[in-house]
């Protein structure tokens, strides 16, 4: 059998206003509840289920002032998609960047002949947004 992955867990202060915001920047479907996740099904078979802090799994994703540990999650969309979830971006008002440090704000990229942006969730994670994979040497 082929290793493919199945889901992730994101880790959130609070957890339904995180699984909200995604759904809604991302264009989701509605999320279905499995057990204390919230789980957000993305268009290739991968579930990113959202946990709420207090049921974090051994403190996996919080720091030890019980903060959440910032993660990055990328997204490879189309361009369609793109300029919907970049609209929604701006649409918020939501800081955004052109790179993953985050020095080049209020600017997308055009890296390996795609487009992409980073901004960040709810709880500090930054998310990418981008239409084409990188190329790897």
């Given at each position: ?15 339904d206003?995180?699984?909200e ?7 989701l ?109």
């Open positions: 059998m082929a290793i493919r992955l199945n889901h992730t867990v994101l880790t959130a202060l609070d957890r206003a995180t699984a915001f995604l759904i809604d920047i991302l264009g479907e509605p999320s279905r509840r499995y057990g204390p996740f919230r789980v957000l099904q993305l268009s290739n078979d991968i579930t990113l289920d959202v946990l709420g802090s207090e049921h974090a799994l051994n403190g996996a994703g919080l720091g030890a002032d019980g903060t959440v540990t910032p993660q990055h999650y990328a997204f490879l969309v189309d361009d369609h998609e793109f300029d919907e979830i970049f609209a929604r971006i701006q649409d918020r008002r939501l800081p955004y960047w052109g790179d993953p440090f985050h020095r080049h704000a209020g600017v997308t990229n055009t890296w390996y002949g795609g487009r992409g942006v980073y901004f960040d969730d709810p709880n500090g994670h930054s998310i990418e947004v981008m239409t084409a994979p990188y190329e790897m040497d």
